[in-house]
């Protein structure tokens, strides 16, 4: 392992950008099958690898909601989430901000309730016992309609005090954020955060819908917000943040390699950047993969790497003191071991 990739396990990170059902492991997803007696379409871990073979958004979604399937009961909620927060504990993540998504599961008849029981049981275990810090994001599914996100936003009312924020995601091209605009009003009323996936296979015209009607404190991915020199030069003022998810880019062709992704003029031109992970195990890596993936790709410095690490903490919803603490701690970390 060269020194940079020692430098990338070592720096505590954040993560920002993951979908708790987009971690669910080949493994684990037989085990819970078999659990709740759930058919899948699958006979082995290999089969389900292969199937994971996407060109576009789509292909992926259609799996990863099938997936789902299998995610029945609230330890079966639990078990996912602790088993990326096993991860997590692994790789040196010391804060997470996971979305859930919580319409690809009461459709199928699980409550609500199972659904955020199971997922913060495991956060409150996880910071017990790793003293990992996290926030929840609910995601609305942009396929469905605003009252649908209107309505599941009611039934989240009495869990309050364990979601932090709303989020969209799901099937970007034709609903754009403008369809969503009531919801994220009734959201921020109810003092929660605000993301919004955008600009990943949509237009860069949907980055500014994000900005401009949903008023939201992040977006997710916003690749094709590179296309407009007006939007970069107003989310680089902004200091607006991007969770950008290298190895998802490439699963879902929204890049053709790494080594042409579009990261390194991100950085250039001023952009508050950070590295995530998506879906991870649809995707072929965790966080610190995406990390390893993209240096060597595009032979990012140690500084670069180090200035990544420090967004991750920079973009992330804790409060300022909590944020100056990981960031000293990176700060600390590179005096004392330098690559050089
Ligand atoms: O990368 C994504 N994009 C949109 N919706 C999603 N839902 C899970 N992952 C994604
Ligand atoms: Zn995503």
Redesign the pocket.
């Known amino acids: 392992m060269s020194n940079i990739q020692k430098l990338i396990e070592q720096l505590p990170k954040a993560e920002l950008?993951l979908?708790i059902?987009?971690s669910l492991e080949p493994e684990l997803m037989f085990k819970l099958a078999k659990r709740n007696q759930v058919d899948l379409p699958y006979t082995s871990v290999e089969e389900i690898q292969q199937a994971y073979n996407f060109s576009q958004?789509q292909d992926?979604?259609d799996i990863?909601y099938a997936g789902m399937s299998v995610l029945i009961n609230e330890q079966d909620f639990y078990d996912l989430t602790i088993a990326y927060l096993e991860k997590c504990h692994q790789q040196n993540i010391r804060h997470v901000e996971i979305?859930f998504?919580p319409q690809g599961h009461t459709e199928r008849g699980i409550a609500f309730e199972t659904v955020i029981t199971g997922i913060n049981r495991a956060l409150n275990d996880s910071q017990q016992k790793w003293g990992i810090t996290f926030k929840t994001i609910m995601?609305f599914?942009?396929h469905l309609s605003e009252a649908e996100a209107i309505d599941t936003l009611q039934q989240a009312k009495p869990f309050l005090d364990r979601i932090d924020g709303v989020g969209l995601?799901?099937?970007?091209v034709g609903h754009p954020p403008s369809k969503f605009e009531q919801v994220f009003n009734q959201a921020r009323e109810l003092g929660l955060k605000l993301v919004a996936?955008a600009g990943?296979?949509g237009p860069p015209s949907y980055v500014k819908e994000a900005l401009d009607l949903l008023k939201v404190d992040r977006i997710?991915?916003g690749n094709r917000a590179m296309e407009s020199e007006a939007l970069v030069k107003r989310l680089s003022e902004s200091q607006m943040a991007l969770t950008v998810?290298p190895l998802?880019n490439l699963k879902?062709c929204v890049v053709d390699a790494l080594n042409t992704h579009p990261l390194p003029a991100m950085l250039e031109k001023g952009l508050l950047i950070t590295i995530n992970s998506?879906?991870p195990s649809?995707f072929g890596g965790y966080l610190n993969e995406n990390f390893f993936a993209i240096q060597s790709a595009l032979n990012l410095t140690e500084q670069q790497i180090v200035q990544l690490a420090k967004n991750s903490f920079t973009a992330s919803f804790l409060d300022e003191p909590e944020k100056a603490k990981h960031l000293a701690a990176i700060d600390n970390l590179v005096n004392t071991v330098s690559t050089h």
């Open positions: 950008h979908h059902e987009g958004l992926f979604l990863y979305f998504d995601c599914l942009r995601d799901s099937s970007e996936h990943e296979e997710d991915h998810c998802s879902l998506d879906d649809y």
